[in-house]
């Protein structure tokens, strides 16, 4: 019988075994040297040597198998230095000086396994979503049967909510589908009749039916999960920092045993070299900075599963990305209402949005949720049907009201194909209203940009990421898009997931590759990188699982916290192990000289690992140099003026219409009218708000952004705003005289409009991105109408 593939558990016994092993180890050593420290306190000296001779011994024998082990795989460990230095304390009879060994050892595993365990990458949360029947049609008659017994040319029913359980064909219909699961993108698509569908994506229509192309085990999802299963696999594990330094220190210290005993002929000396040699600094000083790290790290949002992938953090150079809820929100919002002449932009919209409070679909989601947050006053519809793949349409306050496709009776109105071209141009998708059978609205949506995700690139680029590469199952054009506002090195747009699979492989062949993705879909890419992190607030639970880091937080910018994090801490290890090295060989040098007992220099030892430990804890306060310090006072101005960008957001658009009717009607009095409502929003919101930001949010910037200077760009975009603003008033002190705009002023004044509009987008973005984002706890912000974002949803 064929199954989908299940998640298989080779290093189980490993993790269990480790789990307990370096615990008990530490007790065994520690009780034995306590209980003989106070039995030579009494003086029953051979008692506590026998007792320091059981510590010695509980260490020597996991030391000797870490050792074989790391000799095996064609390294020689530190581990090697320690069972020298154990077996020669036994042989030269300095059983205290091995005890405290045995402690040293122990400690320095236990904080090793403690930072190194990796937490293991089942993928139950796929196997979950896996279907496990079928509905088979053989006449009239429908039938569950179990997913194994799916032949291919079986007719399917695919019931509304249900996962599709094969690869197979529409039949005769149009299906609406959820294929998050695959693609990322979280807004449906239609597939007509003939189109291929794939398994593991959501009927969110009505029911269809399908002719299977497929056999479970052949289909899509089926091979997603060996997908992730294989790329687990290729990971292997990381090498310490400490077997590392240690291709150096061991036979540096070895060469100084050797000669101390060939010049003085006592092996006492050769055994205290040992001793003091026992590379406690490497062993505690990468596992106490990496364990620092992990905390310092779970305390902004980001949970690091292991000290390796902290470590590989550190020194990765590419970031390959998924796009949707990544870069991107994953969820679309409006960012335009365009009423038909004589139509209320704002009422056509509460219209809509009242239809649309009883439909499931994302866009519906999109527009009653921007209804909500203009203070609009939603109706209860009545008479209410929804067609899948067309829209909704209900009786609102007397009125009929459709929200939907557009119908393809009323496509001729000519404000109608000026919002078709624009959303073309914009890649945006619409949500037509149409009123008593007029089309009188539309609606413009888009899934926008995260308001962090330029501002972090830049970041993750100074953190030594110099090859940033985003992945995406959508479309090319709007893929690019986004690559090119972020500045992304390469984009590959239109991805299934086992593309994703070996465009990541392609990338970490060449370099240490950090894979941030948060859908089903991207979990086998995930598993395959180097490091995965996933975006674990509103991603899937297998891609969670199949990451290596997730972010708790739905915030992009962790990642660059992330980075700043795994840096320092490997810095801090470094600098701890070189130092404690260095003492450990000034320390060697002395014990040669026979000035140093086997017991006294663990002692010695014992006071550098104290040295080392303390330096190692600075990776908990982060690195200072990185830290931007906002006063409370700050914080409440940046949130204000946050505030303030959301309500004049939503009316640039009056410069925008302003422009639009004196390119299309010229210069009459309707024209007039909208300049000197658009004028009168300048003069009386727009102007007060940037003169208060160039006097109070400014200044108060100057101090953790390190100079007035970081914000003088953005003061001379105050002046061109102010320069451009009091340029259309002048036209309109002219046109007054006049009664009406005069054809001279045209020209002049459509580039006032149009570019004080655009002007504004960028200035609000820049200031967005550069300034609003260093409060950590900064809301996300809808972006402008017309800005560069990702693409449309799909239409509905």
């Known amino acids: 019988m064929t199954r989908l593939p299940t998640s298989p558990e080779p290093r189980a016994w490993k993790d269990r075994l480790g789990a307990w092993l370096e615990p008990s180890l530490v007790v065994v050593t520690v009780a034995p040297l306590a209980v003989g420290a106070l039995l030579w306190v009494l003086g029953l000296r051979d008692a506590a040597d026998v007792c320091w001779i059981v510590a010695t011994v509980a260490a020597f024998v996991p030391a000797l198998y870490w050792m074989i082990a790391t000799l095996v795989k064609g390294r020689a460990g530190v581990d090697l230095i320690a069972v020298l230095s154990l077996a020669g304390t036994l042989l030269v009879g300095e059983y205290l000086a091995g005890a405290l ?43 569950v049967i179990p997913l194994d017994e799916v032949a291919v040319g079986d007719l399917l029913v695919v019931a509304v909510g249900e996962v599709v359980p094969v690869d197979g064909r529409i039949l005769d219909t149009v299906a609406v589908l959820d294929e998050s699961v695959l693609t990322g993108e979280s807004l449906q698509v239609e597939r007509v009749s003939g189109e291929p569908v794939r398994s593991g994506v959501v009927n969110a229509g009505d029911a269809f039916e399908m002719r299977a192309s497929a056999t479970a085990a052949d289909s899509t999802y089926a091979g997603i999960v060996r997908l992730a299963q294989e790329a687990g696999a290729e990971n292997a594990p990381v090498v310490r920092l400490a077997d590392r330094y240690a291709a150096w220190f061991l036979p540096l210290a070895l060469l100084v045993a050797g000669a101390a005993y060939v010049w003085s002929g006592s092996a006492v000396r050769a055994v205290a070299v040992l001793v003091v040699a026992t590379p406690c600094p490497l062993l505690l000083a990468a596992p106490v900075a990496i364990v620092s790290g992990l905390s310092r790290a779970s305390r902004s949002g980001v949970v690091v599963r292991g000290g390796g992938a902290l470590e590989n953090l550190g020194h990765a150079t590419t970031l390959v990305m998924d796009k949707t809820g990544t870069l991107t929100e994953g969820r679309p919002q409006v960012v335009d209402v365009i009423a038909a002449p004589g139509r209320d932009p704002a009422e056509m919209m509460r219209l809509g949005a009242s239809v649309d409070q009883v439909s499931p679909h994302v866009l519906a989601e999109a527009i009653v949720t921007e209804a909500l947050a203009r203070g609009l006053e939603l109706s209860a519809p009545a008479d209410v049907a929804e067609q899948a793949g067309r829209g909704v349409s209900g009786t609102v306050g007397g009125h009929r009201v459709d929200v939907g496709k557009l119908p393809e009776t009323l496509t001729g109105a000519e404000w109608a194909r000026k919002v078709i071209n624009r959303a073309s141009l914009d890649s945006a998708a619409v949500a037509w209203i149409v009123v008593d059978g007029e089309l009188s609205a539309a609606i ?55 593309d994703k699979v070996e465009a990541v492989r392609h990338e970490r062949d060449r370099a240490v590759t950090v894979m941030v993705g948060d859908g089903v879909n991207d979990a086998p890419a995930l598993a395959t990188a180097t490091i995965g992190v996933a975006m674990g607030a509103r991603g899937s639970t297998a891609s969670s699982e199949a990451a290596d880091i997730v972010l708790t937080s739905d915030r992009l910018d962790r990642l660059a916290d992330a980075m700043d994090t795994a840096r320092w801490s490997r810095r801090i290890a470094v600098q701890s192990a070189v130092v404690g090295m260095s003492l450990s060989l000034l320390a060697m040098i002395v014990a040669a000289l026979g000035w140093l007992p086997p017991a006294a220099g663990a002692l010695l030892q014992e006071g550098i690992d104290v040295a080392v430990i303390l330096n190692a804890l600075r990776a908990l306060r982060g690195n200072p140099a990185l830290h931007t310090e906002l006063g409370s006072d700050t914080a409440a101005l940046l949130h204000r003026f946050a505030g303030e960008h959301d309500t004049l957001r939503d009316t640039l658009a009056l410069l925008r219409t302003a422009a639009d009717d004196l390119a299309a009607r010229g210069g009459d009095q309707t024209t007039l009218a909208a300049v000197e409502d658009a004028h009168r929003f300048l003069v009386e919101e727009l102007l007060p708000h940037e003169q208060a930001e160039e006097t109070e949010l400014y200044p108060a910037l100057a101090a953790p952004l390190g100079s007035r200077e970081a914000t003088a760009t953005m003061s001379r975009t105050h002046a061109e705003i102010q320069r451009l603003s009091m340029r259309i008033g002048n036209h309109l002190r002219v046109a007054r005289t006049a009664g009406r705009i005069g054809p001279d002023q045209t020209e002049d004044l459509l580039a006032c409009l149009y570019g004080l509009y655009a002007l504004l987008q960028l200035h609000f973005r820049q200031e967005e991105e550069n300034y609003f984002t260093l409060g950590d706890d900064a809301p996300e912000y809808a972006t402008a109408p017309g800005e560069s974002d990702s693409g449309p949803p799909a239409p509905r």
């Open 101 to 143: 060994i045995a402690v040293m050892l122990a400690g320095g595993r236990a904080l090793d396994a403690a930072a190194e365990r990796r937490a293991s990458r089942d993928l139950r949360a796929l196997l979950e979503h896996a279907p496990r029947s079928a509905r088979r049609r053989v006449g009239d008659e429908v039938t």
């Open 444 to 498: 413009l949506l888009r899934d926008p940009l995260r308001r962090q995700a330029p501002r972090t690139i830049r970041r993750l680029r100074q953190a030594g990421l110099n090859r940033l590469v985003m992945l995406t199952g959508d479309r090319p054009e709007p893929a690019r898009e986004v690559a090119t506002v972020l500045g992304l090195d390469e984009v590959y747009a239109g991805q299934s997931p086992s």
